[in-house]
């Protein structure tokens, strides 16, 4: 069955560290891949997106995810965190079901905490 | 603003009531999702109405239903409220193809006492 995964579930660093968030999934074929982000009290917000094509994609906020084929892998990454960066993070997969239906799965969410 | 309209951003009500949640998608977009954020259970999704048909169910109970109206507006309707149905409850709108990306609402934060 596809299913994604975000094997961190509380990640801190300090302001001005570099991130990066890790999302894998299970799907036979290539899928289409998100990353949200959603602050205390607000809905998701999307960050970025892969459909095709370059497997290096910028999202809003300085951040860039890679699509990694081999390793089943679309991480998130950002070379300097601010603390307004602190929210919860959602990997999402999109592809058809079994039933020929569209389907979008998110992951469980990590937590990011900015230290100053 | 991701121009997808939830209403009402906040509801306290008792166990065993009804209440109405609703949606009303971006200008141009067909499907409307709903989505369920709890503590213990994350992101979960309820279902999905493209262009007034139901498209896809996910972990939806039999006391919740949802319906799609012709002007592309939703709600969703939960019954028999029970505590553990405290949650934020989220809307989501695309044009309808799976590489689209949803474009969230602010969610509704259901409280049961």
């Known amino acids: 069955a596809q299913s994604v995964t975000q094997p961190d579930i509380h990640i801190t660093v300090s302001e001005g560290a570099s991130l990066e968030l890790r999302c894998n999934y299970s799907y036979g074929a290539t899928p289409y891949l998100f990353w949200y982000v959603q602050s205390p009290g607000q809905g998701l917000q999307l960050l970025l997106k892969y459909f095709s094509g370059d497997t290096l994609v910028q999202g809003i906020k300085g951040f860039e995810a890679e699509f990694k084929r081999s390793q089943s892998s679309f991480n998130l990454r950002k070379p300097s965190v601010h603390w307004s960066d602190a929210a919860e993070y959602f990997c999402a997969v999109g592809f058809i079901s079994n039933f020929g239906n569209e389907k979008l799965t998110f992951g469980t969410g990590t937590r990011l905490t900015i230290i100053p | ?113």
């Not at chain 2, 209440?19 to 259970?41: A, E, H, I, K, N």
């Not at chain 2, 493209?50 to 592309?72: M, V």
């Open chain 2, 1 to 113: 603003d991701s121009g997808v309209t939830q209403t009402p951003k906040h509801l306290i009500t008792a166990t065993g009531q009804r209440v109405t949640l609703r949606c009303s998608p971006r200008s141009g977009d067909l499907s409307v999702y709903w989505y369920q954020q709890s503590l213990d259970q994350g992101l979960q999704f309820l279902i999905q109405y493209y262009n007034g048909e139901e498209r896809a169910k996910g972990n939806i109970l039999e006391r919740f239903s949802a319906q799609q109206f012709p002007d592309l507006h939703s709600e969703l309707n939960l019954s028999s409220l029970e505590l553990g149905d405290s949650a934020l409850y989220f809307c989501a709108s695309s044009p309808g193809q799976v590489n689209s990306p949803l474009h969230f609402g602010n969610g509704t934060r259901l409280t049961v006492t």
